[in-house]
């Protein structure tokens, strides 16, 4: 058998350097390695980003039309009661200079 002339080799390696091949010849789990530095990364593929919806706009989004009378955050009206209960029994934070350190003061 005839060996490949140096001539060739060379040929062979700017051949894969032009079409984004490996250059000189790899075993198969150099290749894995390859094939894995030449893919996209996750954080910048479309189907892994866009996925999920983006939460910061939506959330924005649903306070607006709350506040518009719009939509209805059944949770937020029930945390918005609760503390206005608390607050008409007495429950709620003393202000300012007027808690139980400041009272034993006087």
Excluded at 73 to 93: C, I, N, S, T, Y
Aim: hydrophobic share 30%; charged share 40%; proline share 5%.
């Amino acid at each position: 058998m005839a060996s490949i002339s140096n001539y060739a080799k060379r040929m062979a390696r700017l051949s894969a350097r032009i079409f984004g091949e490996v250059t000189r010849p790899t075993t198969s789990r150099s290749l894995k390695v390859v094939s894995l530095y030449s893919e996209k990364p996750m954080d910048k593929r479309p189907e892994r980003v866009d996925y999920y919806p983006r939460h910061s706009e939506l959330n924005v989004l649903m306070k607006t039309l709350r506040s518009y009378g719009l939509f209805r955050d059944e949770h937020l009206d029930f945390k918005e009661e609760h503390a206005r209960m608390k607050k008409l029994r007495g429950k709620g934070k003393p202000k300012k200079g007027e808690g139980k350190r400041a009272s034993k003061k006087k």
